[in-house]
């Protein structure tokens, strides 16, 4: 019976969710009104509402139970502790494969897993459509990108504390996505917790430091938690780094996640970069820089195996926020780019509208010289998948 209270309870909080706040914090505000959930129930509570979310758009004109139960079966390649739930027809299939347990729930009801993802049409080009929505159903891994001069150290306390991983690169390390690894690794200084995709962005700070004389000058004008700055640190032999944000209290992570990473020397600020260039007084009209990140404010459709319930609720005027919004970043920070110098261009995103419409707008409008655009796909990996395109001024 045990088993049955975490479905209704689930049911009970996916009814009541309205996708107005993240899952995850709703899920911590229902835990903290109701205290007689203790750890293993709120870990299988939680799993329960996630998975229903993962079916996306597919199945929504189902029942909320009956759409509950298809979610668990599909997103599990064993449910023995849910068996409850299920007659003798849906448990001989639980042990199955993926494809095959699809194969029993199309006998049994509409389903076509690209249901699962309705915008198709406005995808960037390049992606496998049914491979993506499958990756839904999947969750994501926790990644790791070892910081130079460190790896020995980390595979050395992750084999000693017994926590399974993979090398997938060379300082690139993943792990099962419930992994606690604060109390294993000194986090940000011998490794930072990065999706794999993001640590690919390395490879365009290869390409554009090549034509950039040292020391570097690099603006991560929308730097949030700081991860592509940290990256950029290690990549670059020389840099003199300033980064910004909309959000203080987001700077303020940042400070402290790069005195955690030994960085010491570096300029931030607070800016709304979605302003016209003549009103950002933080940063003078004449600072200019060789290279400038800007990993824009996105729908973050590539990282929605995370965070299921965006593809929930997610409508297409949200598309068209985002985009306005990267337009007018975009047309603030151009002048800041020095002549030679470079624009990196990121979303986690995989929209046309954000991705490539974006870089044509950036090289048509803004004449900046295309060098290399990528579709970074991490659906195939248990990762995020990513959109980057350097420009040249």
Request: charge should be neutral; charged fraction near 20%; glycine fraction near 4%.
């Amino acid at each position: 019976m045990r088993f049955q209270s975490y479905f209704n309870t689930a049911l009970q909080i996916i009814n009541s969710h309205n996708g107005s706040i993240p899952l995850a914090h709703y899920l911590k505000q229902y835990f903290a009104q109701h205290k007689k959930h203790g750890s293993k129930d709120r870990k299988y509570i939680s799993h329960l509402c996630y998975c229903y979310y993962r079916l996306g758009h597919a199945l929504k004109n189902v029942q909320v139970e009956e759409r509950l139960k298809i979610a668990l079966f599909l997103c599990n390649d064993n449910i023995d502790e849910w068996n409850v739930l299920y007659d003798e027809a849906w448990l001989k299939h639980h042990s199955s494969s993926l494809n095959e347990r699809i194969i029993f729930i199309k006998s049994q009801y509409h389903f076509d897993v690209t249901d699962i993802f309705p915008w198709q049409n406005s995808l960037s080009d390049g992606i496998d459509i049914k491979a993506f929505c499958l990756s839904h159903l999947i969750q994501p891994n926790l990644f790791l990108r070892i910081r130079p001069g460190q790896k020995n150290i980390v595979l050395q306390k992750l084999q000693q504390h017994n926590i399974a991983f993979t090398e997938i690169d060379e300082n690139a390390v993943s792990l099962p996505n419930s992994t606690k690894i604060e109390d294993v690794i000194e986090l940000n200084r011998e490794a930072v917790v990065q999706d794999y995709s993001s640590q690919q962005i390395q490879q365009l700070f290869n390409i554009a430091q090549a034509g950039l004389s040292l020391p570097v000058s690099v603006w991560d004008c929308c730097a949030a938690s700081g991860g592509k700055s940290i990256l950029a640190y290690d990549s670059f032999d020389n840099i003199e780094l300033t980064v910004s944000d909309i959000r203080p209290s987001i700077i303020n992570n940042l400070k402290e996640r790069f005195l955690q990473a030994g960085i010491k020397k570096y300029k931030s600020f607070i800016a709304d970069l979605t302003l016209p260039a003549s009103a950002l007084h933080l940063i003078p009209s004449t600072a200019s820089f060789q290279l400038i990140i800007c990993d824009v404010p996105c729908t973050g459709s590539g990282t929605w195996a995370r965070t299921p319930e965006q593809i929930y609720f997610f409508t297409s005027e949200k598309l068209e926020h985002y985009t306005a919004i990267q337009q007018k970043i975009v047309r603030s920070i151009i002048s800041h780019v020095q002549k030679d110098g470079c624009l990196l261009y990121i979303t986690c995103s995989v929209f046309k509208k954000e991705n490539e419409r974006m870089a044509d707008l950036i090289e048509n409008e803004c004449k900046l010289t295309l060098v290399k655009q990528d579709m970074i796909k991490g659906y195939d990996k248990k990762a995020d998948t990513m959109f980057a395109a350097l420009f040249k001024k």
